[in-house]
């Protein structure tokens, strides 16, 4: 039997991430005109029992290893926020702009991990987030005359969020933190954080409506575990160019089940955030195999 090494372990978890989380965004459409925390709720509501089945499995306790509770903490008050975040825009925008914009994700990494874990930023780093940037302008389109600009704007906003989380995620990983009582940790904040708003402002919902969040429970529930266990196994700058498959999945998904095709500048703006990401991925492998180059 080949072993695989702790890299090429987390690509696979990241794809099989990205694939899950393309469906869980379909699901979210699918199920209609339902407010975004209630649609997160049930969400994550999923994951939740999930993850704590899978403790019980494998027998092992539900606490966190000492001084964990802070970064458990930021990882599910930033995700669940990416979460809100993402969903409504998943509801007014196209489906693989709002999985683009959410994509953002790994350069905010970048930011964070400058600001937070102190990691030196280079040259190429800084340049790529910035042009990154630019292409998710094409994608937002910013203009009075553009009625998708608050949710595009929305979006973006999920995925610094979930950059913010990720930036967490490898923080616990670092620390020898059980993958799933990470998963456990964030669902169960998020959900008490969402049922506030569900107690008083439940909107009843058609057995079709329930069958679809219940999808995108059970793919969120794989991507999660999935982008979990990837971030565990390797560095953000290592992988994260892969966890941009999600955007053909979501394309390919909109396209058949949404009749969804993306407009000349929205495509400039894939094209443009795509390349930054692989040209950050053989820029970090260069390094890697060169570690006293500048």
Not at 155 to 167: D, K, N, P
Not at 234 to 263: K, N
């Amino acid at each position: 039997m080949i072993k695989l090494n702790n890299k090429y372990k987390a690509i696979i978890y990241i794809i099989l991430s990205a694939f899950s989380f393309a469906f869980m965004n379909l699901f979210v459409r699918l199920s209609g005109d339902i407010p975004s925390l209630q649609k997160s709720f049930f969400r994550n509501l999923v994951a939740l029992i999930f993850a704590s089945a899978i403790l019980l499995k494998n027998k092992s306790e539900f606490k966190w290893k000492n001084g964990n509770l802070k970064y458990l903490i930021m990882r599910s008050a930033f995700g669940t926020v990416g979460i809100v975040c993402n969903f409504y825009a998943i509801d007014h925008i196209p489906l693989s702009d709002a999985s683009i914009l959410n994509k953002m994700s790994p350069f905010f990494v970048i930011i964070f991990s400058l600001i937070i874990l102190k990691e030196r930023l280079t040259f190429m780093q800084g340049t790529a987030v910035l042009i990154a940037f630019i292409g998710a302008m094409f994608i937002i389109k910013p203009s009075f005359a553009n009625i998708d600009v608050l949710p595009s704007l929305v979006g973006l906003m999920g995925g610094m969020g979930a950059g913010i989380a990720y930036t967490m995620v490898r923080i616990l990983g670092n620390r020898k933190e059980n993958g799933s009582f990470i998963v456990f940790f964030f669902s169960a904040f998020s959900c008490i954080a969402t049922l506030p708003f569900l107690i008083f402002s439940f909107q009843p919902m058609e057995w079709w409506q329930v069958l679809m969040l219940l999808g995108a429970g059970l793919a969120a529930t794989g991507g999660q575990f999935g982008i979990t266990a990837a971030y565990c196994n390797a560095p953000a700058r290592e992988i994260s160019v892969y966890d941009y498959s999600q955007i053909i999945f979501a394309t390919l998904l909109g396209f058949i089940f949404l009749g969804e095709l993306p407009d000349i500048y929205s495509i400039i703006g894939y094209v443009i955030i795509c390349a930054m990401a692989v040209l950050m991925f053989f820029y970090n492998k260069r390094r890697a195999c060169a570690p006293d180059s500048r």
